[in-house]
């Protein structure tokens, strides 16, 4: 569970002029379902996803996972729970281009084993890439396949929370679909945060949290 209690972060343009990215947002997110955050672009939804995900520090605010004050964390604590708990898809896919789409997968794994390998191929089978196509490096690939192997690495290790980044930005409506439909079914016993400006992804999501301007929108605070 993340508790999240008046969160700022401040972006440092110049000596002049900050930017509030996010600006005093409190909240409470369960251990499963999936969570929506959406917003038009620039709106904060990305930057309040690296702070829960750990990937920023906020300038100021707690954000306490599971019992954990972040603020009370060390920075190689903080890499263990991003590491151990967290699992990652972002708006690019980040592939190694020497690598097959197989072994792409396999590489964020905890451990290579035969069990390992097996469930890499399970992931990209679920995502529609075919075993032909899991041989292939990353730039024989569509960008949509390539996408979904971004997925099927983020799962691999079975995170117990998963940060989606805008996931279906590359997919055509069917495999888009098919992604969301697979990332709801995970959510049944984890949680998944999806970042977009898409409406139309996040039906049948358990929450939508709207953002504009670095603040959740007056709806969603007094729900």
């Not at 358990?206 to 504009?212: F, S």
Request: glycine share 6%.
């Amino acid at each position: 569970m993340f508790e999240v209690s008046h969160l700022n972060l401040i972006y440092d343009m110049d000596k002049e002029e900050k930017v509030c990215a996010v600006n005093d947002v409190s909240l409470t997110l369960p251990d499963t379902g999936l969570i929506g955050i959406i917003g038009p672009s620039g709106s904060g939804k990305s930057s309040l996803m690296y702070c829960l995900s750990t990937l920023k520090k906020a300038t100021d605010g707690d954000i306490v996972y599971n019992g954990k004050n972040y603020k009370e964390l060390t920075g190689k604590e903080l890499e263990r729970l991003r590491r151990e708990q967290f699992g990652f898809v972002f708006q690019h896919h980040f592939l190694v281009g020497y690598m097959s789409a197989l072994d792409n997968v396999m590489v964020a794994a905890k451990e290579s084993t035969t069990e390992t390998k097996k469930r890499a191929e399970e992931l990209l089978q679920q995502l529609r890439i075919k075993p032909a196509e899991c041989k292939k490096k990353p730039k024989q690939l569509s960008g949509g396949q390539r996408q979904r192997c971004a997925i099927a690495r983020a799962l691999i290790n079975e995170p117990k929370v998963l940060f989606a980044d805008e996931p279906t930005a590359s997919l055509d409506h069917e495999n888009a679909f098919r992604v969301m439909h697979y990332l709801k079914e995970y959510a049944k016993e984890h949680l998944v945060i999806v970042i977009t400006h898409d409406h139309s992804i996040l039906e049948g999501a358990d929450r939508v949290i709207e953002i504009w301007d670095g603040e959740i929108s007056t709806k969603e605070a007094v729900e």
